[in-house]
């Protein structure tokens, strides 16, 4: 397929996982801040604008971390890159250039997505309500991917739209972990009540786990489990381990025919190795901690990000790809 | 594009004879929109709309402000043309698009048309569209026009083409979004008529370009080029690929090595040979046109002359689809084919000609008036529509360049009933059919693009200036 073409369908359901996960965010903070104000305060607005790696531009462009300027900053604004506003915006537009390769259901699900984002105002939302607003943005996002699921032919366009949304899932479970571990002092365990066990809650909440949670660790909320969960459980549809699965299942589908695994497919590899083998006490020691552990996700995960835009030339500057020699090319010539 | 006059005499309806009479073919369809209420035809319109947008049936406005995505209006009401009348047409349209291929082989071969005198050499040199690095480059099977659109009026109950466009016309995906929203709006009407089918116009496309190949050894590679999604017939442009099942791409998809055009996909380079290209002559290669230009392919002419790409349509159809070439296709078609044309021209008054000239400043209160290479409707005078004032102003620019114009009577262009919001009234339009030219044979669907003028009196069916679009229907007989 061209390039560009899985360059869009990649940066599509980015884009549509980055809006749902900002919803999550949002959704999360906004629930803290009806806690005791020593429960929450504006250290949760602060960690969505760090998670969402646009602190400093709101600082510049607004100020004072308050909880309505910073929803309305995440939800509907257009300055910021990462609002669910232009998320779901660039979705489209990469969706509209690939019209012709989606279904017409994926098409629909992203274009009336566009339209109710665009129609939304901050009067709006808070006619509705936060919640009802978080939640269809969520509703919006499992309707694209069940579009998806639904729809799509399984070749190489499919794999490479699913390649970007766990690509964005692992880059936001390991940022909202990482910035909720930097509020809360991680305690050996949490008793019920205290304020701690409403910001590991909470952040189970926000990745739809607290059931599973339950399930699986009993009731009592432990740091180390959340971060076992988060990190290490494959059958945890959020966790970066469960990303991993699929973005090597996917990147082994889009290089079937090839002779030696490209570079991207090797360092997926090798990440993916780390979270099936390494144990939840490695990154959750006092020696190496649990920042250090998924600060490294996050490069890797941006690294592994960038080289498979390299391998599958969909980077202008990619003269290292294997590819990007038209040997086959010539051979063609003088058969023609 | 129209010009003409309302009141130079009752125009012709399509579904109402001037007796009162309602004519065979809208017989059942008058019946329909007596009996249907205005409260209905609101609401379909509403849905039609609704259907437009997600299907993302829209065409791009940048710079003015407001959503850049614009609906054409759609209008509810179809318009008919009967089997008869359109087996002549289709003969018509084929014989003039063979003549225009013919005229360009000529133009960029032999040139034997003018040496035999029959048309004014110096009117294709004058043309800016005449490519003369092209001379003696032979396209892939001779063909020049793969699709055209000729642009046609109804006037006194007989069609007259107005313009010939064999350049990269536009509107094909109005045709059939059309007809999906008519089919699903009022399915019963399809139960009472026998309406020919459009939809096949993708796989026609398809095999007319397929039939172009340059090689015929492996499974041609073709592709469709857009200048890119900011253009405002991008939708069209991925319509059509989609339809055909091929890649959409753009200039920086592609690259050309050894004289070779060639596509980035992710397994690699992909040889490409046969490209619709939706962008004009000056952009497609800014080694052999414009310099500046960022949406082309640096060495596609080269790949072109050398013969490894077909490019549909060929560079430097210009030549033939202008305002001042339009009088000669009638002569072409005798030069060429040995035939008389089966379509009537709109009879033109050239300011080349002295005689014509004198005429053209004599009566310029009843004629329309206009620059050789202009387009759009814009630069024209019409006549009894302007002022005295208005009148004098241009005699002087036509004195200052009489090549540069050409005149034709006004025209009494046909209605059709449309829907107008209050109710249904009729409504000036014009068609524009699509004519496909392969290597094998010529293709035509039966069908075409109306458009239609909402403004009560208006003859300017432009998307541009309030017009619209409707179905249209060619009955089976």
């Known amino acids: 397929m061209l390039s560009r073409t899985a360059d869009d369908l990649f940066w599509m359901s980015r884009y549509v996982e980055r809006a749902e996960n900002v919803a999550r965010l949002l959704e999360v903070a906004d629930r803290m801040a009806l806690m005791p104000q020593d429960a929450g305060g504006t250290d949760e607005w602060t960690a969505v604008l760090i998670a969402g790696g646009v602190a400093p531009l709101y600082t510049e462009l607004v100020g004072k971390v308050e909880a309505d300027p910073t929803l309305r900053f995440m939800a509907l604004s257009k300055e910021n890159p990462s609002s669910i506003y232009n998320c779901f915006s660039v979705a489209r537009e990469n969706a509209r250039a690939q019209r012709h390769t989606i279904t017409r259901e994926l098409w629909e699900a992203i274009n009336d997505t566009w339209h109710g984002i665009r129609d939304m105002t901050p009067e709006k939302v808070e006619g509705m309500g936060h919640t009802a607003f978080f939640e269809w943005v969520k509703s919006r996002s499992h309707l694209v991917r069940g579009a998806l699921a639904g729809t799509m032919i399984r070749d190489d366009a499919y794999s490479f739209t699913r390649l970007g949304t766990f690509i964005e899932r692992a880059d936001s479970t390991s940022r909202i972990l990482d910035v909720k571990y930097h509020l809360i ?24 786990a607290q059931g599973s949670y339950r399930r699986m660790f009993g009731d009592q909320i432990r740091y180390t489990n959340v971060a076992e969960l988060l990190v290490l459980r494959p059958e945890m549809p959020r966790s970066v381990r469960s990303c991993y699965d699929n973005i090597m299942e996917n990147l082994q589908n889009l290089t079937e025919s090839y002779e030696s695994p490209p570079r991207c497919l090797r360092m997926a590899g090798k990440l993916r190795a ?25 490069d890797t995960n941006l690294q592994i990000a960038a080289q498979i835009g390299k391998d599958f030339l969909l980077t202008a500057e990619a003269d290292d790809s294997p590819l990007a020699i038209p040997e086959n090319a010539r051979q063609e010539q003088t058969m023609g | 594009m129209f010009e003409g006059r309302q009141d130079a005499m009752t125009p012709y309806d399509e579904m109402t004879a001037n007796d009162g009479s309602v004519r065979e073919a809208y017989r059942e369809l008058e019946h329909w929109l007596t009996t249907t209420t205005v409260e209905t035809f609101q609401n379909k319109r509403k849905e039609a709309d609704l259907l ?10 940048y710079g003015e402000g407001g959503d850049p995505e614009r609906l054409i209006p759609y209008d509810v009401v179809p318009r008919v043309i009967t089997g008869a009348e359109w087996s002549a047409m289709e003969k018509g349209m084929e014989q003039r698009v063979k003549a225009i291929n013919a005229f360009l082989n000529d133009v960029y071969g032999d040139q ?3 040496r035999a005198g029959h048309i004014p050499r110096d009117i294709i040199e004058a043309n800016d569209a005449f490519v003369p690095s092209m001379m003696g480059v032979t396209p892939p099977a001779g063909i020049y026009a793969h699709i055209a659109g000729v642009d046609m009026v109804k006037a006194d109950g007989e069609f007259y083409v107005l313009e010939d466009n064999v350049r990269t016309p536009s509107g094909v995906s109005y045709m059939m979004g059309n007809r999906e929203a008519e089919m699903r709006l009022f399915p019963g009407l399809f139960r009472q008529h026998r309406v020919r089918p459009v939809d096949h116009y993708a796989d026609f496309l398809r095999d007319t370009l397929r039939s ?33 099942g091929i890649e959409l791409v753009e200039g920086a998809d592609l690259f050309v090595r050894d004289e070779v055009v060639y596509m980035r996909t992710t397994r690699g380079p992909q040889r490409v040979d046969v490209m619709y290209r939706r962008l004009d002559d000056e952009f497609l290669d800014p080694q052999a046109f414009r310099k500046d230009s960022l949406l082309g392919v640096p060495g596609l002419v080269s790949a072109y002359r050398a013969g490894n790409i077909a490019i549909a349509n060929a560079i430097g159809n210009g030549v033939a689809d202008d305002k001042a070439i339009y009088v000669y296709v009638p002569e072409m078609i005798r030069f060429y084919l040995g035939e008389e044309p089966i379509l009537n021209n709109v009879p033109t008054y050239m300011g ?24 759009g409707g814009y630069g024209m005078l019409v006549g009894p529509a302007s002022t005295k004032a208005e009148q004098e102003a241009y005699a002087e620019r036509i004195k200052a360049d009489p090549t540069g114009f050409i005149a034709q009577p006004t025209l009494a262009l046909s209605t059709c009933p449309t829907f107008v919001g209050s109710g249904v009234a009729p409504r000036h339009v014009d068609l524009r059919p699509f004519v496909l030219s392969g290597a094998d044979r ?31 229907w060619v009955l089976e007989d």
């Open chain 2, 112 to 114: 034997q048309i003018f």
């Open chain 2, 212 to 244: 172009v190949a340059p090689y015929k050894d492996r499974e041609p590679k073709v592709v469709v080029m857009t200048p890119g999604r900011f253009n405002s017939a991008y939708f069209e442009h991925a319509f059509l690929a989609d339809r055909m």
């Open chain 1, 185 to 208: 002092l991680p305690t050996e365990e949490v008793v019920g009540g205290a304020p701690d066990y409403y910001q590991w809650a909470a952040l189970l909440q926000s990745v739809s």
């Open chain 2, 52 to 61: 437009f947008r997600r299907l993302g049936i829209t065409f791009a406005v």
């Open chain 2, 352 to 375: 080349r000609r002295d005689d014509e000239l004198k005429y053209i400043l004599e009566h310029l209160d009843e004629l329309v008036v206009k620059e050789v290479h202009g387009s």
């Open chain 2, 442 to 472: 010529v293709r035509i669907v039966p069908g075409g693009l109306t458009r239609v003028a909402l403004k009560e009196g208006s003859l300017v069916v432009n998307s541009s200036q309030g017009g619209g679009t409707k179905d249209t």
């Open chain 1, 274 to 298: 780390r979270l099936v083998y390494g144990e939840v006490a490695e990154f959750t020691g006092q020696e190496s901690g649990l920042h250090e552990f998924l600060t490294e996700v996050v």
